[in-house]
């Protein structure tokens, strides 16, 4: 059973910074293609960033410089991050992360968004 679970968003200054995590289970993430999406009001769904074990990462160029993306281990579990400095206010969104197929390139997901096949639930972030 595939579990992706975010965190770490809340409420912050423009300009400040907040780090994100997706911790993940019944599945070996390190295998896969990840990503955080963003979803503002009104708005559609965004990629923002993408990641593969193999060290490949993508940016949205509206966070390119800003947004860092990692993923690490511990304790058995991967887990995603999202480490966003120099918040502004239209980064004001909810934040998902999702996970692709093993045999998912970034670039194949990049075109393919159809493809993510767990997402979690969302973690509020919100900049004033």
């Known amino acids: 059973h595939v579990q992706l679970v975010e965190s770490g968003g809340g409420s912050v200054q423009a300009g400040g910074s907040l780090n994100l995590s997706c911790t993940t289970s019944?599945?070996?993430?390190?295998?896969?293609?990840m990503a955080w999406y963003r979803q503002a009001p009104g708005k559609e769904c965004e990629l923002v960033s993408m990641v593969r074990s193999d060290g490949a990462t993508y940016y949205a160029d509206s966070v390119k410089g800003r947004f860092t993306v990692t993923i690490s281990k511990e304790n058995a579990k991967n887990t995603l991050y999202l480490q966003m400095n120099n918040l502004k206010p239209e980064d004001t969104a909810m934040y998902f992360c999702?996970?692709?197929?093993?045999?998912?390139?970034?670039?194949?997901?990049?075109?393919?968004?159809?493809?993510?096949?767990?997402w979690g639930q969302g973690t509020q972030v919100t900049v004033s």
């Open positions: 019944g599945f070996n993430a390190a295998d896969s293609p």
């Open positions: 999702a996970s692709g197929p093993p045999t998912g390139t970034l670039a194949t997901m990049l075109r393919k968004p159809q493809l993510w096949l767990s």
